[in-house]
């Protein structure tokens, strides 16, 4: 009887400790595969900025910053003695940096309030249908929204393409991502802070703008911060609102140029194409700092 | 039914009059309760969870109309008018709130913290006026002498009881005639709640307070009245000596006794 016991007892523990070790092996083994996998995904990212650098650095000087981008003529010229292709892109540069403080101007308020109200009525059925129209704006194809603006304000309004086209189709992109974030970020604020302020007999609005808003800062300009990153890049929905100009442009009824758009154009055009790259380095360098920055701000506010 | 206290001779400042609240259609968390406050005297409200104490410590101020589909009858009188008649701006500035959890406001430096009730309604004061309320405020909750030296630093960074005796400064900033306290301990450590329980009873000198609390022997040590509330209905109300010696209803007796709570 004891025998048997003890027999079980060690067979037991053997099949235990079979077990530890078949488990510390598959534990390896996925911890390995994540680890792959993931690296095989930075280096995506690493591949992208180090070619971009490669290929565009040398076009990369004072008057890249600072001038507009030549004629086919000039950059043929210069590609064939042997020279860098003079000239820049100042005037996307400008054109992108416009665009999207206007698209900011527009969208951000709109963005900000919508998202508030969402959070205080986040059970309110109206609020609700609000939510799943702002998750379909999102889902909208870019060159889609690019269309309808053409058809509203192009048509309509400027009677051409124009900045102010432009700047409604990329305040379009940004709504449904300023409103989702404000909302998101409202929520992190705790219930006793609103209740800390109402008990002070403070009327409703000023507990939006003087508590809500300031302790919610830093993530209501994180998620700006990552809208306005997201649609420095769109190509599609500024071909049919603003196509591009050749020089600096501050009207907003007149056309203007917009970095990725002159991306676009140096693509199609084979004498061109060295300018492509100093154009992506600049708007991959542009949209790196910005996420750094709305890293930096999310760091802050958790320490 | 009207529940005096007797035995003081001070008047009332706040009288409770058939007051039922209700959350949803015909489910009472208060049940025509009736009491007047006693000024310039610590007033406890105990009960088990959920008999209803805090919605009646919110009423008086009218934080309770924050929750959706609240319905309330009867009325509340502080000074012989009707506070759902009053401005809840104006409500509020005459009874102060202290909550549960100390909630200094985390963008603001402790001495912003103080004169927020001002900042955020918008009143201009002077600088030395500034200067006045923020210090006899902090004077008051004795908080002064610790924090002195670091008036704008954030209040978020003070410990949890120097947090929430921040938090009543906020609330005695507005010189109120009433100040609530929802279970104002109930997140401290035994140093900070005695602290917090001396300063509340200094403070009666000047102010009315009420108090809701979970905890028996708080209400004992402190509070000069008592009441007992269970499944929304106040049960019994008297001086807390009495209640605690010689309770009329059963059901205080059960509770005070800990056979339920």
């Known amino acids: ?303 | 039914m009207m529940n005096d206290i007797n035995g003081t001779d001070q008047p009332p400042i706040l009288s409770i009059e058939n007051l039922s609240i209700a959350y949803d259609k015909d489910k009472f968390v208060v049940k025509n309760v009736s009491a007047t406050i006693t000024k310039n005297a610590i007033t406890a409200i105990m009960g088990p969870s959920g008999c209803g104490k805090t919605t009646l410590l919110r009423a008086i101020n009218r934080m309770h109309e924050l929750y959706p589909n609240i319905s309330t009858q009867g009325g509340i009188k502080l000074f012989d008018e009707n506070i759902y008649d009053m401005s809840t701006i104006t409500l509020r500035r005459k009874v102060g709130m202290v909550f549960q959890r100390p909630n200094p406001f985390p963008t603001l430096s402790i001495y912003e913290n103080v004169i927020a009730g001002y900042k955020l309604n918008g009143i201009r004061l002077k600088r030395h006026e500034r200067d006045e309320i923020v210090e006899t405020s902090l004077r008051d909750v004795t908080l002064w002498e610790e924090v002195k030296g670091a008036l704008h630093k954030k209040g978020t960074f003070l410990s949890g009881g120097q947090q929430q005796r921040l938090c009543i400064a906020r609330a005695l900033a507005f010189k109120p005639d009433v100040i609530l306290l929802d279970e104002p301990t109930s997140a401290l450590d035994p140093v900070a709640t005695a602290k917090v329980e001396d300063l509340l009873v200094e403070l009666k000198k000047q102010y009315t307070i009420i108090l809701v609390t979970h905890n028996m022997s708080q209400a004992a040590r402190i509070s000069d009245n008592s009441m007992f509330m269970y499944l929304g209905e106040l049960i019994e109300y008297e001086d807390t000596k009495t209640i605690f010696t010689k309770p009329k209803d059963p059901r205080t007796e059960g509770y005070l006794t800990g056979k339920f709570g």
């Open chain 1, 1 to 303: 009887m004891d025998q048997t016991n003890e027999l079980l007892v060690d067979k037991r523990t053997l099949l235990l400790q079979d077990h530890s070790v078949r488990r510390k092996v598959k534990d390896r083994l996925f911890l390995g595969t994540v680890i792959f996998f993931s690296l095989i995904t930075i280096s995506f990212v690493f591949l992208i900025i180090g070619s971009c650098v490669l290929k565009g650095y040398h076009q990369i000087n004072w008057a890249f910053f600072t001038q507009s981008a030549p004629d086919t003529f000039t950059a043929m010229m210069a590609k064939s003695s042997g020279q860098i292709i003079p000239g820049g892109i100042v005037n996307g540069i400008l054109g992108s940096l416009y665009l999207v403080a206007l698209a900011s101007l527009i969208a951000i308020p709109f963005g900000v309030l919508i998202g508030i109200y969402l959070y205080e009525n986040s059970k309110n059925r109206y609020a609700g249908f609000i939510r799943d129209i702002t998750d379909v704006l999102q889902g909208v194809p870019s060159i889609v929204v690019g269309l309808i603006v053409y058809l509203w304000v192009v048509v309509h309004i400027t009677h051409g393409y124009s900045v102010l086209a432009g700047s409604v189709a990329l305040a379009l992109m940004m709504l449904p991502l300023i409103i989702r974030s404000t909302e998101e970020s409202m929520k992190m604020i705790p219930d006793s802070l609103k209740e800390a302020a109402i008990a002070l007999g403070t009327p409703y609005y000023k507990v939006i703008f003087r508590v809500l808003i300031p302790t919610s800062f830093s993530g209501l300009m994180t998620g700006i911060l990552l809208a306005i990153s997201r649609i420095l890049g769109e190509t599609a929905p500024l071909m049919l609102t603003t196509l591009g100009n050749p020089a600096i442009n501050w009207s907003l009824t007149k056309p203007v140029s917009a970095v990725p758009l002159l991306v676009w154009q140096f693509y199609n055009d084979p004498n061109m194409v060295d300018l492509i790259w100093s154009s992506t380095l600049f708007l991959m360098g542009f949209v790196l700092i910005l996420n750094l920055l709305s890293k930096w701000i999310t760091a802050r506010r958790n320490a």
